[in-house]
């Protein structure tokens, strides 16, 4: 057997095109579902956490540090596997979405956070002088700054939090790994797996592109 | 002086400050009348900055009182602070022009969100502004395409938009070059001959001779002695104020 009879069958490919399209769409809908509520949901935390109030602070850094420590893996296994043991029964792509949204938008916590007690202080204090409530001056003052000079973070973090829907495999959401990796062991050819990373390809090297895009648009020099 | 005395637009009273142990400002008293420009001079240190940044609590007071046109900044709650706020405009050393905004729109954004004007008007108000800054063609440069004289410009019309009372400036001069500085100082001399009421923290004494009502000498937290430009520069009384004179003298006045 050869090499392109191992990784590229054309037999094996055509047999498993069709399912092996479909995961490509799961993968790319949970991830953009993902990337959207994790990037706000991040946000509005490090918005909640710059009021400072002990007890609105002291939750999302306990958060953000917990979701930051844990695999995502270990995460949903308890939710998937653990919590029908009390009678709760979460959905396979639910558990992945849900683990995957806290994981990003623990970082994404931290990024906004620290960039926006970075910002000077006169930056506060020139939109409170004019008469801005705290809430104007964090949404039209700091939060687009903060924004602009996290854009590279923001989207290194959502490409990578795009890649852990690879783990939905362990819990049967039907995305690309998990199909590939039925496909293999249906069929005893690699490559299914083959399929599984050119697809990868396929969905990251545009989002690659668009993230330079995004990146060039939103620099500005300070 | 003598007779019965108009509201005086801004008026601090027995104001005090302590960073925990350290008192910043002792037993502070200051009156500004309707359009009077008071300088205010001092070692660095004397708290003269603090006193100013009191006066629209971007400092919070230990104690006293501080009234603009008789209503009082202390003691209201956050959503009636941000209403007097209005009416006290402030400008900074460090101009803190929004970066993210053009020129227009660090001058819009209050007017709109805070004084809740139209597009329109605020954008008609704003090259108003910017025009008697003299940077009406720069309204749509972002902060980083200006100087830092022009930054500071826009800076001052971005808190003259929302129609203060009292305009504040706390050492606007002192992060410029010395050819950009002249420009600063026009603006504000332009202000001054329009009767804004202005109190200036600021090392150019040239300045504070030749335009202002009154000269106000902090030392060590508190006010040492204030008058007449003429009488504080050429007649000092206190030993404080003369040591400070001639150190300063060495270098500018």
Known sequence: ?222 | MTAAQPLPTLEITALEKRFGETQVLRSIDLKVQNGELVFVIGPSGSGKSTMLRCCNRLEEPTSGAIHVNGKPMLGIPRKELDRMRLQVGMVFQGFFLYPHLSALKNVTLAQRKALGRSKAEAEARALEMLDKVGLKHKADAMPSELSGGQQQRVAIARALALDPKVMLFDEPTSALDPELVGSVLKVMRDLRELGMTMIVVSHEMHFAREAADRVVFMDGGVIVEEGPPEEIFGNPKSDRLKAFLSRVSGEAA
């Open chain 1, 1 to 222: 057997m050869d090499f392109f009879d191992a990784f590229l069958n054309p037999e094996i490919i055509a047999t498993y095109l069709r399912p092996m399209v479909r995961a490509v769409w799961v993968t790319i809908w949970i991830s953009v579902l993902v990337v959207i509520s994790g990037l706000a949901l991040g946000a509005l935390l490090a918005g909640l956490r710059a009021y400072q109030k002990r007890w609105l602070s002291w939750p999302i850094v306990l958060f953000a540090d917990l979701m930051r420590a844990l695999p995502p893996l270990v995460l949903m296994l308890i939710l998937f596997f653990g919590l029908p043991s009390i009678g709760i029964i979460l959905n396979d792509w639910f558990v992945l979405y849900l683990i995957l949204t806290l994981v990003l938008a623990a970082f994404v916590e931290e990024i906004f956070w620290a960039t926006m007690t970075s910002l000077p202080r006169g930056q506060w204090e020139a939109g409170a002088a004019t008469g801005l409530s705290f809430l104007q001056v964090l949404v039209h003052v700091i939060f687009p700054q903060a924004l602009r000079m996290n854009i590279p973070p923001l989207v290194n973090r959502s490409l990578t939090i795009s890649k852990m829907t690879a783990y939905g495999s362990v819990i049967g959401v039907k995305e690309i790994v998990s199909v590939a990796g039925s496909a293999q062991a249906f069929s005893g050819s690699a490559t299914p797996l083959t399929m599984a990373a050119l697809a990868y390809l396929i969905i990251f090297f545009p989002a690659m592109l668009l993230s330079r895009y995004i990146e060039d648009r939103f620099h500005y020099e300070h």
